[in-house]
Every structure is written in structure tokens, then in C-alpha cells.
């Protein structure tokens, strides 16, 4: 709402409110509505790479048992590994995101799909395609793990200790 409508209301003695169109949101909503479409999308990743990690890790086991070398198939089940564990993490981060939203945190969850996606990705499409130059991208998904982390420390060392209670 504009000082100018505010003004006019309060000239003509009329509920400043009244003047906003039917469908618009109070301001908390406007505000709110982000960082719950942030922490919907990051739980949303965490259950989709949560679903993927159990069924890629089944394949694996069943399926690529006796397709995969020893050594690949040890590759695909560390992409396996790194896959649900970020998907945990991913979880966590999309409900802190919901009770304390950060800046820091939406970076650490982008980057930890980021990291998800070349990590993990990487190493499923070496094994399965056996072309090992794919292994190149795999530590461009370390690395974006890396800072995802180092994201998530700082926004757990701009906790005040109002927010720790």
C-alpha cells in the first residue's frame, strides 16, 4: 500500500484496506510465500533423491551384480552412498529452512543438489556407460558439497541464542 493511499484513507476517513484489490495477500503472506515455495522445493529434492537413492542402490545390488567389475560396481555403490546421504541432508535442511529461513541455507541446499547431481550422477553414468572421462565432473560434485557444507556452517554460526531456544 502507498503513503498516498494511506494518506487518502485517512483523508477521507475510509478503511485504507478496502482500496486493495480483492485478491491481494496481506504483506506477511507476500514474505512468507518464498521461503515456503524454498523449503517445499528443497523437501521436495530430498524425498525424489531420498526414492532414488533406495531404488538405484536396489538396482545395483540386484541388477548390476553380475554386469558391473568389482571395481565399478564399488564406484556405483560410493554414488549410491554420497546420493542418500545428501538426500538426508537435503531433508533437514528444507525443514530447517521452514522454521528459519536463511539465505545461507538456500545456497547450501542448491548447492547440495548441485553436488548431488555431479557427484553421484556422474559416477552412475561412468559405471553404466563405461566411459570413464565422465569421472572428471564427479569432484566438480565434491567440490559443490564442499561449499554446501561450508554454507550450512555459517548459517548455523549466525544462529542468535534467541534462535537456539
Not at 27 to 44: C, G, V
Not at 126 to 149: C, E, Q, R
Amino acid at each position: 500500500m502507498t503513503p498516498e493511499l494511506i494518506a487518502f484513507a485517512h483523508e477521507t476517513h475510509c478503511d485504507a484496506t478496502a482500496a486493495l484489490p480483492y485478491n491481494a495477500a496481506p504483506l506477511s503472506a507476500q514474505i512468507q510465500e518464498p521461503t515456503i515455495m524454498q523449503a517445499r522445493a528443497t523437501l521436495t529434492a530430498a524425498a525424489v533423491a531420498g526414492f532414488t537413492a533406495v531404488a538405484l542402490g536396489a538396482f545395483g545390488a540386484h541388477g548390476l551384480k553380475h554386469i558391473l567389475s568389482a571395481d565399478m560396481l564399488e564406484v556405483y555403490r560410493t554414488g549410491v552412498l554420497y546420493h542418500l546421504v545428501h538426500a538426508v541432508a537435503l531433508l533437514g535442511l528444507g525443514i530447517w529452512l521452514q522454521l528459519k529461513p536463511s539465505r545461507w541455507l538456500r545456497w547450501s541446499a542448491n548447492m547440495m543438489l548441485l553436488g548431488l547431481i555431479l557427484f553421484s550422477g556422474s559416477l552412475y553414468a561412468m559405471t553404466l556407460s563405461g566411459i570413464n572421462m565422465l569421472g572428471i565432473i564427479t569432484p566438480f560434485g565434491g567440490v559443490s558439497w564442499l561449499i554446501a557444507w561450508a554454507l550450512l556452517l555459517v548459517a548455523a554460526m549466525n544462529l542468535t541464542t534467541q534462535d537456539t531456544h
